[in-house]
């Protein structure tokens, strides 16, 4: 590689006032910022070897739309490019989505990361269920080793719906006088390898508890549990090895302290905390904020290479 103008560069460095180093910059900046989302599309691209809609593996190079690469497909005449079917599909400003990945990274708020990309707040609530898309989708289908499992609650919340009939309009998410806020059961599931799976359930029965266990249990597995009945009748159908933790047990812990629920209690409260911020989520949304909540838990990183490969992965 020729590295002269590299250096060149680097010499004339020097004569640049401070305004035009800023500048140049930003240059920089933007210049990395595409080749990071042009990274991700490409690896998209090499596995784009069949057509998006009739799934025909003839397909020919038809030309380019932008800076992107068509296809047409030899048997339905469709054409499409890498971003055809993904949440990026027709997203104009490109370039705005590695900045609203920083904002999933950093779980910013809606009116955050509107404004950090500067966009309208409808279209920043547009985005961000695109880019949740796909982590909704990816809980752990398989959890194995030492299994926990318990259910957490949320507040009941009509946030984001314009109109409320079945009840008196909160004011800013208070109960009412003598009201009291139904509670939102939801399931956890993790295991000790941070596979995660999670379910907003309505009536918290056994009904609804075991068929988002059913065959997610890999043989061989031990469910830790509360005292709840529910898990001594699902584990036997499931026929996995069951300790339960009786709530009179002073240290929570059975067998040398090897079966607990302590993990799963440290990761509902570590989640409690994060979405703390958005100050009460709308029920109708929260398979979403846990499945963000999720993400960020499993890739500690945090890099926002992840968001795109993930929203580029189907
Ligand atoms: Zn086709």
Wanted: with cysteine; hydrophobic share 35%; glycine share 6%.
């Amino acid at each position: 590689m020729d590295t002269s103008p590299f250096f060149n560069i680097l010499f004339s460095l020097r004569q640049l006032s401070n305004r035009q180093l800023r500048s140049l910059s930003l240059h920089v900046q933007k210049r990395l910022e595409k080749d990071e989302l042009n990274q991700a599309m490409e690896t998209r691209t090499q596995r784009l070897d069949h057509c998006l809609f009739c799934n025909c593996p003839k397909i020919i190079r038809w030309g380019f739309s932008g800076d992107l690469q068509r296809y047409r497909c030899q048997k339905c005449g469709k054409t499409f490019n890498e971003l055809t079917k993904t949440p990026f599909a027709r997203l104009r400003a490109r370039e705005k989505l590695l900045n609203y990945a920083d904002c999933m990274v950093t779980g910013a708020t809606l009116r955050a990361a509107a404004k950090t990309c500067e966009m309208a707040l409808s279209t920043s609530f547009r985005w961000r269920h695109r880019l949740l898309t796909m982590p909704e989708v990816h809980k752990a289908s398989q959890l194995g080793g030492i299994v926990e499992a318990d259910e957490t609650f949320f507040r009941e919340s009509f946030k984001g719906k314009r109109r409320i009939t079945s009840r008196k309009p909160r004011h800013h998410g208070r109960a009412n006088k003598g009201e009291k806020i139904p509670l939102i059961p939801v399931l956890v599931l993790l295991d000790r390898y941070e596979q995660e799976a999670d379910f907003v359930l309505e009536n918290n029965t056994i009904d609804e508890i075991h068929p988002c266990m059913h065959k997610r249990l890999t043989k061989g597995s031990v469910l830790c549990t509360d005292g709840s009945l529910v898990y001594l009748a699902i584990a036997k159908e499931e026929a996995v090895l069951h300790k339960r933790i009786l709530s009179d047990n002073p240290a929570r812990t059975i067998e040398d302290g090897t079966f607990h629920i302590q993990t799963l209690n440290n990761y509902v409260s570590r989640l409690k905390g994060w979405i703390r911020r958005f100050h009460g989520v709308g029920t109708a949304y929260l398979s979403n904020y846990l499945a963000w909540w999720r993400f960020i838990a499993q890739h500690k990183a945090g890099k926002r290479q992840k968001w795109l490969d993930e929203a580029l992965s189907f």
